[in-house]
């Protein structure tokens, strides 16, 4: 991993990763009263190259961001055409943005696996029958019919930004 100190100048000290992977991996809450302390954004590329932004229900499993969707959303759509994306969230003390390519998954124990990880943090999802996504009982209505496609985000770099003392600024590249 190659770590960057952006904060050198000001005096701050390079962020832990090893910390900030340990937060998101403890399920993507920041402090208990900030206001869409649950919210994770991911952004791909439309057709045009402009850059689309939504909230997803991502969640942060072996390293990397996992994330669902129909096959007909526009999400779903860009990334089928061009993987890049990024993916913003908050975590206690910190702002992070991912960077990285979106791979999906079909392998049937990486999808029961995110599946489970998803039913620990409230949403019943499980391997649909046919293989090839998931399902679960409730989704955005947005998402189309089950089954809905999942998707890995392997970080290929990362920024993160300390929002408690005594501050940081560092960017990863792994």
Not at 72 to 77: C, D, F, L, V
Not at 123 to 132: K, L, N, V, Y
């Amino acid at each position: 991993m190659e770590i960057t100190n952006l904060g050198k100048a000001d005096g701050l000290p390079p962020v832990d990763w090893a910390a900030i992977d340990g937060e998101l991996g403890a399920g993507l809450a920041p402090d208990p009263g900030a206001l869409n302390s649950r919210t994770t954004w991911l952004c791909t590329v439309n057709g045009d190259g402009s850059p689309h932004v939504t909230a997803v229900g991502a969640l942060w499993l072996d390293g990397a961001f996992w994330f669902q969707t129909g096959t007909g959303t526009r999400k779903g759509r860009n990334v089928a055409r061009d993987p890049r994306c990024s993916v913003a969230v908050s975590v206690r003390g910190a702002d992070v943005v991912v960077e990285g390519d979106a791979t999906r998954v079909t392998e049937p124990g990486a999808l029961a696996r995110v599946a489970k990880a998803w039913a620990d943090q409230g949403w019943p999802a499980e391997p649909d029958a046919s293989g090839r996504g998931i399902t679960a009982p409730f989704n955005a209505p947005s998402q189309g019919p089950p089954p809905w496609n999942v998707y890995r985000i392997e970080p290929r770099s990362a920024v993160v930004t300390l929002t408690a003392e005594p501050g940081g600024l560092t960017r990863f590249r792994f």
